[in-house]
């Protein structure tokens, strides 16, 4: 077995640990192992960018401009997004409609519980 710990952030196996925190040496990212630990006990759970915990068919309201590929404008800071639904698997948690743009995949860290 693999004592191994790879980076959360950019998953690479280049990591060393440093006084309480582990660091990689390919993103320069800092954690605490306990801390990830007690994150991964919310396995499937989806929270906002305050730490609210997001349900299928909340209400999010975008916390800023968001570029829209294809799209002439972005998605302004305030669009109120009604009825989302949850996908726990993707990078883009949230799938939606907004009106003006139709269907698209939002990151839960750029919206807030409405």
């Not at 068919?57 to 002439?72: N, Q, R, T, W």
Request: negative net charge; glycine residues 6%.
């Amino acid at each position: 077995m693999s004592d191994t710990v790879f980076c959360p952030k950019c998953n690479s196996e280049f990591t060393y640990p440093s006084d309480t925190m582990m660091v990689c040496s390919q993103c320069f990212y800092e954690w605490n192992q306990e801390e990830i630990a007690s994150t991964a006990t919310d396995d499937g759970k989806i929270f906002d960018s305050n730490g609210n915990e997001l349900q299928n068919g909340d209400s999010v309201v975008v916390i800023k401009d968001l570029p829209v590929k294809g799209a002439p404008k972005p998605v302004k800071a305030g669009t109120k997004v009604k009825n989302i639904r949850l996908r726990p698997e993707s990078d883009h948690n949230i799938d939606c409609k907004i009106d003006g743009f139709g269907s698209m995949a939002l990151k839960s860290e750029f919206v807030k519980k409405a």
